[in-house]
């Protein structure tokens, strides 16, 4: 009885070509179920309006012909490299130097992104483009403190961001308060968000948290689209002011920094003002939630991603534990809102759909749930990769969904699934995925 | 020294809708002994303890807990992680439940939350580094060494406790509710899955907590020989209500225990109980 599964999992990796087959001609079927129709047969209206078609069987045989083919090989690859064996696949020596890869990675992208505005002064494009990455690096870093530490499904992260932002836009102009007395406001009324947000889905759990959390992003985004005397409504917030070094301002005038130093005024002194301060805040959050980790409370999250209940049975008490998860998360978005609209000069409902939600979280998924240098890595290659295929035009979501997918397939829990222990006796070491829970949701 | 008991149940009933799973139960543990709460499958055993621990709130009856300096706490009406914070009471589950993703000694961080709480003044001053909370992260670090010694567990303190050995599980979580530092410690059936020689060393386990710690202990457990040999008191239980209570002794020549526990074939619980002893 014992050896069954053992058995079984030998056949179906060696016992191929029959099985290969088969698949190949199920997976064919269905293409042709499916393509003779939408490919098959081609419809169009006539010179006297009436419905002309004709097959086209060359085009059909063709598409039926690559899922074929294209299913065998995706088997092969699947038996051969398939998503539990890649580990034993990589000899030791590759997993040794990809561990001394992985000690400086961080610390070499740190200084690599310290130096971006001196080494791309004089393009502008690829400033703009760093300063939205590290935008997204930093609400992954606030998400993961929801989603990846405290294993709760987020999926209404944008609301924070939008409180954020629009408590700087509306503070600023109505009040003529500075961005830097704004910043600690945006992030207390984010997180003061956070809370109100976290009573109701206290009791919660797995999709049902989700959906709430979904129709709260919503809420908030209507709100401010209807409550057209505050914000604006679809018009949104315009002429929120730039931010100022700390009371000098980075313009053209006699009182301006330029002036000031004594240098000529060029626009990109506010562009790479910029880029150091959300590289500063990134780096803030970065640095609180690693401490934060180490720390009772931090502890506390990921217990109660792994256990809810033996939290309970040791006196910890859930409820806050969830609330300062939502409330630290939301302020760090609080922070990055506040960021975006001092840098956009202008605000409206418009940035603040769903889809940023989504993609906030698929970076957090994609770097694995947790890990720092993973959702950095992971907010690189989503923002930066989408640039990338700019070129492919109409075809990039396919590209980067199918990117996605492969990555997905590779590594299911993300670019960094393992986890490291927040204290230790003798040494740490790193805690494969296998054990690591990914929370209730 | 309080000679009142540590815990006392009194007319204790718990029904889910129309059944009844446990009625009127009234029993006693008493002060830094290890008491034993047995009894056949769906005797009501995990829900007397899951009443006890705050799990359940209780539709009828009281429950005290009397600690060493005369406080006295009904259990009935704290709930939740409340019972474990300021009643210090602990528990272990009948299926275990650790933390698996974390290591063997940040389970046992994890179980002194409260106090290392209060010494990071509630984060904010842990989070800027003052060398109080250090200082109070250190000894903790000290008292879950301690246990990791006492477990045998030393040398896999950082490893991930789902990666331990099933025994060494059992073994963390009796150290992990015991890091908590409770009054009274109550178990769920700690043995279960456990081999002979397993079973041994949990028993020397829970009477060095009896008699070194003096931590009173409640326990419920289905491998008689572990029940017989450590247990001072053993109060049994029959489709919801008491059978019969007394020392290992007295209980393993009640009749009516021998008849409620193995069926009415008392070859057969006489065997049974042989074997225990």
């Known amino acids: 009885m014992t050896a069954t599964p053992h058995e079984t999992k030998n056949a179906s990796r060696t016992a191929g070509i029959p099985f290969l087959l088969k698949t190949a001609f199920i997976n064919a079927a269905i293409a042709l179920v499916l393509f003779s129709l939408m490919v098959g047969i081609r419809t169009e209206a006539g010179s006297d309006g009436q419905l002309t078609y004709w097959a086209r069987f060359g085009d059909l045989a063709s598409l039926v012909a690559a899922v074929f083919g294209g299913s065998i090989v995706i088997e092969l690859l699947r038996q051969w490299i398939g998503p539990t064996g890649t580990e034993k696949l990589v000899p030791a020596s590759v997993q040794s130097s990809m561990s001394f890869v992985g000690r400086y990675l961080a610390p070499a992208l740190l200084i690599f992104t310290l130096l971006v505005p001196v080494i791309f002064y004089n393009q502008r494009y690829i400033l703009d483009l760093a300063i939205l990455v590290l935008t997204y690096v930093m609400l992954g870093w606030g998400l993961n403190v929801v989603v990846g530490l405290a294993g709760l499904l987020d999926l209404g992260y944008?609301?924070?961001?939008?409180?954020?932002?629009?408590?700087?836009?509306?503070?600023?102009?109505?009040?003529?308060?500075?961005?830097?007395?704004?910043?600690?406001l945006a992030g207390i009324l984010a997180a003061f968000w956070g809370v109100l947000l976290g009573f109701p889905v206290l009791r919660?759990?797995?999709?049902?948290?989700?959906?709430?959390?979904?129709?709260?992003?919503?809420?908030?985004?209507?709100?401010?689209?209807?409550?057209?005397?505050?914000?604006?409504?679809?018009?949104?917030?315009?002429?929120?002011?730039?931010?100022?070094?700390?009371?000098?301002?980075?313009?053209?005038s006699d009182d301006g920094l330029a002036a000031k130093l004594g240098i000529e005024y060029s626009p990109t002194h506010r562009i790479v003002f910029l880029f150091y301060l959300i590289l500063a805040l990134a780096l803030l959050t970065n640095w609180v939630t690693i401490r934060l980790r180490r720390l009772p409370i931090g502890r506390a999250w990921e217990a109660l991603r792994e256990d809810e209940v033996a939290c309970r049975a040791l006196g910890i008490n859930t409820t806050t534990t969830k609330l300062t998860a939502f409330a630290t998360g939301a302020m760090f978005g609080g922070f990055?809102?506040?960021?975006?609209?001092?840098?956009?000069?202008?605000?409206?409902?418009?940035?603040?759909?769903?889809?940023?939600?989504?993609?906030?979280?698929?970076?957090?998924?994609?770097?694995?749930?947790?890990?720092?240098?993973?959702v950095a890595l992971a907010a690189l290659a989503m923002i930066g990769g989408f640039e990338l295929f700019r070129s492919l035009e109409t075809y990039r979501m396919l590209v980067f969904g199918m990117a996605m997918v492969l990555i997905m397939i590779w590594r299911p829990r993300g670019l960094i699934g393992h986890r490291a222990p927040t204290v230790y006796l003798t040494k740490a070491q790193t805690i494969s995925s296998d054990l690591v829970k990914e929370g209730h949701g | 020294m309080s000679g009142e008991p540590i815990l006392s149940v009194d007319r204790?009933?718990?029904?889910?809708?129309?059944?009844?799973?446990?009625?009127?139960?009234?029993?006693?543990?008493?002060?830094?002994?290890?008491?034993?709460?047995?009894?056949?499958?769906?005797?009501?055993?995990?829900?007397?303890?899951?009443?006890?621990?705050?799990?359940?709130?209780?539709?009828?009856?009281?429950?005290?807990?009397?600690?060493?300096?005369?406080?006295?706490?009904?259990?009935?009406?704290?709930?939740?992680?409340?019972?474990?914070?300021?009643?210090?009471?602990?528990?272990?589950?009948?299926?275990?439940?650790?933390?698996?993703?974390?290591?063997?000694?940040e389970n046992l961080m994890v179980a002194q939350h409260n106090a290392l709480m209060l010494a990071s003044g509630f984060t904010f001053l842990g989070l800027i580094g003052v060398p109080t909370y250090r200082n109070a992260e250190k000894q903790a670090i000290a008292l879950a060494t301690d246990w990791l010694k006492r477990i045998n567990l030393l040398d896999r303190a950082d490893d991930a406790a789902g990666n331990l050995a099933y025994g060494d599980q059992r073994r963390l979580e009796i150290a992990r509710a015991m890091c908590t530092e409770p009054a009274l410690l109550c178990l769920d059936e700690p043995a279960a899955g456990l081999n002979a020689r397993e079973s041994a060393a949990l028993s020397e386990l829970l009477l060095s907590i009896r008699d070194e710690l003096g931590t009173s202990i409640l326990l419920i457990e289905h491998d008689m020989s572990v029940v017989m040999e450590i247990s001072d008191h053993i109060v049994v239980m029959d489709h919801g209500v008491k059978i019969a209570q007394g020392t290992p002794q007295e209980v393993r020549d009640d009749p009516k225990v021998i008849a409620a526990y193995l069926g009415t074939d008392e070859e057969e619980a006489a065997a049974v109980m042989e074997s225990g002893s």
Not at chain 1, 158 to 166: C, H, P, S, T
Not at chain 2, 90 to 96: E, K, L, P, S
Request: overall charge positive; aromatic content about 12%; proline content about 4%.
């Open chain 1, 158 to 184: 944008v609301a924070f961001y939008a409180v954020g932002a629009y408590s700087y836009g509306l503070l600023a102009t109505n009040f003529g308060l500075s961005f830097w007395v704004c910043l600690p």
């Open chain 1, 336 to 374: 990055a809102g506040a960021f975006f609209a001092t840098r956009q000069g202008f605000i409206s409902p418009e940035s603040f759909t769903f889809q940023e939600s989504a993609l906030v979280l698929a970076i957090v998924v994609l770097g694995g749930m947790g890990s720092q240098l993973g």
């Open chain 1, 204 to 252: 919660l759990r797995g999709d049902y948290l989700a959906i709430v959390t979904l129709a709260f992003g919503e809420i908030i985004r209507l709100v401010i689209i209807n409550w057209q005397d505050l914000t604006g409504g679809p018009n949104g917030v315009s002429g929120i002011p730039r931010p100022s070094f700390f009371g000098i301002p980075l313009d053209n």
């Open chain 2, 12 to 105: 204790l009933t718990m029904r889910f809708g129309g059944i009844v799973a446990v009625q009127d139960l009234s029993f006693a543990a008493e002060r830094k002994k290890i008491t034993a709460l047995i009894g056949p499958n769906g005797a009501g055993k995990t829900t007397v303890f899951n009443c006890i621990t705050g799990f359940y709130k209780p539709s009828g009856g009281a429950i005290r807990l009397t600690h060493d300096d005369g406080r006295q706490i009904a259990l009935e009406r704290l709930n939740d992680f409340r019972i474990a914070k300021q009643a210090k009471v602990a528990r272990t589950f009948q299926n275990i439940r650790l933390f698996p993703g974390m290591t063997a000694l």
